[in-house]
């Protein structure tokens, strides 16, 4: 597999797009006034506890209050700082015996605001380095489960050796990153020292700053390139600002200099993400219907607990006979899906609605090549196996704002529902209101004002029953256009 990482960046916004073997894989997308929140460290102030729910707000200072539950609850404990998980069998420690109103309590934000959820938060605190992820609140050393079980071992107790322990200055926990696998013992300790001195940093803003202060920000989305995109697939890392690459440059040459070395200043006269017709593709990611090459076609939509994506067979006929053409389509539809959960960001439960297959051993083809493609997705994902109904659940890890929520908007006429009513519909609707206004009050006239298609049905199909209305209520109703309102908009004025 060949991967190629393109960024366009503007003062406004930077956009990041992962290529492989040609095709436009991953789309990030972070606009300077509404950069995300996950790995930020805040000292919040607990502005309500919630018994019935084993929660709190959090007040850090943004529009909404953000959320802690009680399983991310961290607490100090003899001996050290250690997590209140539950033993075996034994219930959590309730929230509020943790937490009170009023308290300072400095929380990390684990999953941006989505909708309308604010931003959940943890009161452990890690810290990601190049090589190593650091739990300060924590002794365990531990490896990447991408790293081969026969290697994590002696990987284990050299990072061990190198971290110390609180006798020795030393201690805190720590979590090799696949890409510290091969790392010397001088970049590892180089990067332990790194975050043992950002923590020290945090703790010492922590005591100095008032509550709402953030104490720590994540990186730009141009260094989490190189710190979490970056992989030995790489080929090329491709940036069209000069000014951004020197920064970008001097940053991975002092703490990720293999993923530096990847990287060219792009000089073509061509935008960049016109090389791979990006701006296209993220035009058809925020579209419901996904074409097959086969000629099939997915439809996928996303709700606010829940996305479907459903598999049609569309003009697809080319196969045998019909179980092969079913089984075709599902095929090529599994590599789809999995490109279109990277691609859109789509996040949380999956419902794929599959072509009903008869086969079990068609049925297990399709699914080994679901889970197949989903090896390639960087974000964890959960899947099970076809339903009695013949659909595969599955959940992938959410963290962030969908494409579609954060380059779009509902609809300020359909306010996100997709559909409006009819013209029709609204004329009944004017009628009955007209109809409920003339028994309330006494007006000279009644004045209908609405958008040019009700109104004109009212002068044409449904002209019989205004003049019968206007008849009934001894009143005249007279019509007026209003250029540029919806359908579903219209006022009834009474001179």
């Known amino acids: 597999m060949q991967q190629d990482i393109l960024i366009n960046w503007a003062p406004q916004e930077t956009r990041v797009a992962v290529v492989e073997n040609g095709a ?20 919040g102030r607990v502005s309500r506890v919630l018994p019935g729910m084993q ?34 069998g034994e219930p959590p420690v309730p929230i509020e015996k943790q937490v009170f109103e009023g308290q300072s309590l400095m929380v990390q934000v684990i ?46 107790a ?21 890409n510290g696998e091969d790392a010397t013992d001088a970049e590892l ?7 043992r001195k950002t923590w020290a940093g945090i703790k010492a803003a922590a005591v100095r700053l008032p509550p709402q202060s953030i104490l720590h920000q994540d990186l730009s989305l141009l260094q989490r390139v190189l710190r979490d ?21 001097a940053f991975g040459q002092e703490f990720m200099p293999q993923a530096a070395s990847k990287l060219q200043l792009y000089k073509g006269e061509r935008p960049i993400f016109d090389l791979y017709a990006i701006d296209e593709e993220i035009g058809r990611a925020l579209g419901r219907r996904v074409d097959l090459k086969s000629g099939g076609y997915l439809i996928v939509d996303q709700t606010e607990a829940l996305t479907t994506i459903d598999v049609n067979t569309g003009g697809y006929v080319g196969a045998r006979n019909f179980d092969d053409t079913i089984f075709k389509t599902n095929l090529e539809a599994a590599g789809a899906i999995a490109r279109q959960l990277r ?50 659940e599955m959940t992938r890890k959410r963290q962030r704002e969908s494409l579609a929520h954060m380059l779009c908007e509902p609809c300020p006429h359909c306010h996100g529902v997709g559909e409006v009513k009819t013209a029709r ?3 009944y609707d004017i009628l009955r209101e007209l109809l409920r206004e003339a028994r309330q009050f006494n007006p000279r006239e009644f004045r209908v004002i609405a958008s040019q298609q009700v109104i004109d049905l009212f002068l044409d199909e449904e002209s019989q029953h205004l003049a019968g209305l206007s008849d009934f209520i001894g009143k005249p109703i007279s019509l007026q256009v209003e250029v540029g309102v919806g359908q579903e908009l219209y006022d009834i004025v009474l001179l």
Not at 24 to 43: A, D
Not at 75 to 85: D, I, L, N, T, V
Not at 189 to 195: H, K, R, V
């Open 343 to 392: 691609l859109r960001n789509l996040g949380g439960i999956v419902i794929a609605d599959f072509i009903d297959m008869l086969r079990e051993d068609h049925q297990a083809a399709v699914l080994a090549e679901f889970k197949k493609q989903l090896t390639r997705d960087r974000v964890k994902t959960m899947v099970g196996g076809f339903s009695q109904l013949g659909l595969v």
């Open 229 to 249: 995109i970056v992989s030995e697939a790489t080929q090329s890392i491709r940036i069209d600002s000069r000014e951004q690459f020197a920064l970008l440059q």
């Open 158 to 178: 050299r990072l061990a050796a190198l971290v110390g322990d609180k006798a020795s200055g030393g201690g805190g926990g720590f979590i090799l990153r696949t």
């Open 425 to 427: 519909t609204i004329c």
């Open 111 to 156: 999953k941006d605001p989505i909708g309308s959820k604010g931003a959940r938060l943890s009161t452990q605190i890690s810290i990601a380095g190049r090589l190593l992820v650091f739990l300060p609140q924590d002794d365990h050393i531990g490896v990447s489960q991408k790293i081969p079980p026969q290697e994590r071992d002696a990987l284990r």
């Open 55 to 88: 929660s709190a707000f959090i007040d850090i200072g943004l529009e909404r209050a953000a959320f802690l539950h009680v399983a991310d609850v961290w607490q100090r404990q003899e001996g050290g700082e250690a997590p209140m998980f539950a033993r075996k």
């Open 189 to 195: 300790a180089e990067d332990i020292a790194y975050l």
């Open 24 to 43: 436009v894989q991953e789309l990030h997308v972070e606009r300077t006034l509404e950069r995300g929140l996950v790995g930020n460290v805040y000292l």
